[in-house]
């Protein structure tokens, strides 16, 4: 039996949350009933964070103490983009991610995730009080943000200057994409984008490659692309694809080490139970070679692909996806 473990992100709840049909305590019950654990979204979920009121906290303790999920990973932004004038400096985006760990610490969780665009030169300064209050921090590796990136690599480059064990990374599964998610596609499609332009685009995945690394090679998109777009529309589509990317899982093998967290991306979860887009019996199996033994935490996002006049299937796709993990685990032996 491996020893990779199943989380839920509160994020793939959103939609739930926002318009009120579910609290807290409702996404609690839910990943109680699924045996799950924890990864959850702070800024958008505790009124007041980094700084919330001793009511809320209090409120956080029962619910800990009465449902007893685990909290595994809370996801943080530092907003460098908080003024419409200018960014945030060095030194208050340091307090940000400051503030910001002391919170993950009273909530009880070891581990945080840092969102892709955080600036690499705010991680020594808060080192010091990551390893006072015993909070891992991990860059998240998104799709259209990979390890070729340079503010992924400036972050890498840290954690190998440092050498700390409180550094390391959170590997996003849209990294290893295999189609263009079909959802997305509908989407779009409804909103009246050129069919030509989605043959296109699906037919750079077909073989075997992906629209960030084939318009890179390009030097950028292709005239008999571009010739096919019509519209804004379509133009926005093809720009919006090269964030799924095709990588091999074999990308993470010099990376492992440092690996903490997985998002278990799901942009669709198809009737006979496997994720449209991304192969995960492979890369499971590929992770337990590698003796990874952290979460895989089910990160729903095809809530925001959710057709006019139609039902977002938050819970649906979320057992749906928690029931493909939990079967794939199991069949690894040891």
Same mark, same amino acid.
């Given at each position: 039996?491996?020893?990779?473990?199943? /989380? +839920?992100?509160?994020?793939?709840?959103?939609?739930?949350?926002?318009?009120?049909?579910?609290n807290?305590?409702?996404?609690?019950?839910?990943?109680?009933?699924?045996?799950?654990?924890?990864?959850?979204?702070? %800024?958008?979920?505790?009124?007041?964070?980094?700084?919330?009121?001793?009511? /809320?906290?209090?409120?956080?303790?029962?619910?800990?103490?009465?449902?007893? +999920?685990?909290?595994?990973?809370?996801?943080?932004?530092?907003?460098?983009?908080?003024?419409?004038?200018?960014?945030?400096t060095?030194?208050?985006?340091?307090?940000?991610?400051?503030?910001?760990?002391?919170?993950?610490?009273?909530?009880?969780?070891?581990?945080?995730?840092?969102?892709?665009?955080?600036?690499?030169?705010?991680?020594?300064?808060?080192?010091?009080?990551?390893?006072?209050? %015993?909070?891992?921090?991990?860059?998240?590796?998104? @799709?259209?943000?990979s390890?070729d990136?340079?503010?992924?690599?400036?972050?890498?480059?840290?954690?190998?200057?440092?050498?700390?064990?409180?550094?390391?990374?959170v590997?996003?599964?849209?990294?290893f994409?295999?189609?263009?998610?079909?959802?997305?596609?509908?989407?779009?499609?409804?909103?009246? +984008?050129?069919?030509?332009?989605i043959?296109?685009?699906? %037919?750079?995945?077909?073989?075997?490659?992906?629209?960030?690394?084939f318009?890179?090679?390009?030097?950028?998109?292709?005239?008999?692309?571009?010739?096919?777009?019509?519209?804004?529309?379509?133009?926005?589509?093809?720009?919006?694809? %090269?964030?799924?990317?095709?990588?091999?899982?074999?990308?993470?093998?010099?990376h492992?080490?440092?690996?903490?967290?997985?998002?278990?991306?799901?942009?669709?979860?198809?009737?006979?139970?496997?994720?449209?887009?991304i192969?995960?019996?492979?890369?499971?199996?590929?992770?337990?070679?590698?003796?990874?033994?952290?979460?895989?935490s089910?990160?729903?996002?095809?809530?925001?692909?959710?057709?006019? @006049?139609?039902? +977002?299937?938050?819970?649906?796709?979320?057992?749906?996806?928690?029931?493909?993990?939990?079967?794939?685990?199991?069949?690894?032996?040891?």
């Amino acid at each position: 039996m491996s020893n990779i473990k199943r /989380s +839920v992100s509160f994020y793939s709840l959103q939609d739930h949350y926002a318009r009120g049909k579910m609290n807290l305590e409702d996404i609690f019950k839910f990943l109680k009933e699924m045996g799950a654990e924890m990864e959850f979204i702070s %800024d958008q979920m505790l009124k007041g964070t980094p700084h919330p009121s001793e009511e /809320s906290l209090k409120e956080w303790d029962r619910l800990m103490a009465e449902y007893k +999920v685990k909290p595994v990973c809370n996801d943080i932004f530092i907003n460098t983009c908080l003024y419409k004038n200018r960014t945030l400096t060095t030194k208050e985006a340091t307090d940000a991610l400051i503030e910001e760990i002391k919170l993950a610490h009273r909530l009880g969780f070891k581990l945080v995730r840092l969102v892709s665009k955080t600036p690499a030169e705010i991680i020594e300064p808060a080192l010091p009080y990551a390893e006072k209050y %015993d909070v891992t921090l991990a860059l998240e590796i998104h @799709g259209g943000m990979s390890f070729d990136n340079p503010m992924t690599k400036a972050f890498i480059d840290v954690i190998h200057k440092t050498k700390s064990p409180y550094l390391g990374i959170v590997v996003d599964t849209g990294i290893f994409c295999r189609r263009h998610p079909r959802v997305a596609t509908n989407y779009f499609r409804s909103l009246g +984008v050129n069919e030509e332009v989605i043959k296109y685009i699906d %037919d750079i995945f077909a073989s075997g490659t992906d629209p960030k690394q084939f318009f890179t090679k390009q030097g950028g998109r292709p005239k008999e692309l571009l010739d096919l777009c019509k519209n804004e529309l379509d133009h926005m589509y093809t720009i919006f694809s %090269d964030g799924y990317e095709t990588s091999d899982f074999s990308i993470l093998d010099e990376h492992m080490p440092y690996v903490k967290h997985i998002h278990g991306k799901v942009y669709e979860m198809t009737e006979e139970g496997v994720e449209y887009s991304i192969p995960y019996d492979e890369l499971i199996k590929y992770l337990d070679e590698k003796g990874y033994e952290g979460y895989i935490s089910t990160e729903y996002e095809g809530n925001r692909f959710t057709l006019d @006049g139609e039902e +977002v299937i938050e819970l649906e796709q979320v057992r749906k996806h928690q029931e493909m993990l939990k079967k794939y685990i199991a069949k690894l032996g040891r």
